[in-house]
């Protein structure tokens, strides 16, 4: 029999309940609010109070601010990740066959126009999350990227983390966190297109605020606490 170092003990249904009440609230506000709402909650909860989208210029800060080596690594994971989305790319292949005389039938692969990626960074710069969901969206054919990440301290978005997203393709950043950042790219907020589809992991607010606005957008899926 294994033996258990640690468990965890599942929530109280209770807790599930305020969870999904607090987001719904938190996405009804925004609705309402729009980008004063966003904005309004971005300093409240993660003390961040100016415009939240990311400028070029700071983009290229953060190329300049990172080590060779750092730089070096990304690029190398971004290389790989790119060439296996390439490869499964090519393996969806369009076509058409006559099934009967006059009658075609067939598939092809269309692209969304827009896609927006949450980046989780409330502990830490999760580099491979901006690399695996903006580089597979651009090598699919997305015309339009939107990446969120939420800031840590006054410099925003870690520099990496920045750096990631240049380089795999983002065309606009946010520096967004929790519900706030997923319903920025779900509605097209800050003069953005509208995401049809919603990709990355994120806290349990994120999730939720996926889950809840399933339907209304397509998602990557649920993502639990191993998948941050």
């Known amino acids: 029999m294994p033996e258990y170092l640690k468990r965890a003990a599942p929530p109280p249904p209770e807790d599930r309940t305020r969870l999904s ?6 996405l009804a506000e925004i609705r309402a609010g729009r980008e004063a709402a966003v904005t309004s909650l971005a300093a409240r909860f993660d003390g961040w109070e100016t415009d939240p989208r990311v400028s070029p210029e700071r983009i290229a800060r953060a190329h300049e ?8 690594d990304i690029l190398y994971a971004h290389d790989n990740i790119r060439r296996f989305a390439e490869a499964q790319r090519a393996t969806l292949t369009d076509m ?5 005389p006059g009658l075609l039938a067939g598939q092809r692969q269309i692209p969304v126009e827009a896609a927006g990626c949450y980046v989780p960074g ?5 580099v491979a999350s901006a690399l695996m969901t903006v580089t597979t969206a651009k090598v699919a054919g997305v015309r339009h ?9 006054a410099a925003g978005i870690p520099d990496a983390v920045l750096y990631a997203l240049d ?9 967004l966190g929790g519900v706030q950042a997923v319903a920025a790219m779900a509605w097209g907020l800050f003069d953005l297109p509208p995401a049809a589809v919603l990709a990355g ?5 994120v999730a939720e605020a996926k889950r809840q606005l399933f339907g209304e957008v397509g998602i990557d899926m649920v993502a639990g606490p191993t998948d941050v």
């Open 21 to 26: 009440e607090t987001v719904a609230r938190l």
């Open 65 to 72: 601010a990172l080590p060779e080596t750092t730089r070096a």
């Open 96 to 100: 058409e066959v006559e099934i009967t």
């Open 122 to 126: 409330g502990r830490y710069s999760h």
């Open 145 to 153: 990227v939107t990446a969120a990440a939420p800031p840590r301290g």
């Open 167 to 175: 380089i795999a393709g983002a065309d606009a950043v946010l520096t």
């Open 201 to 205: 992991p994120g806290n349990a607010f």
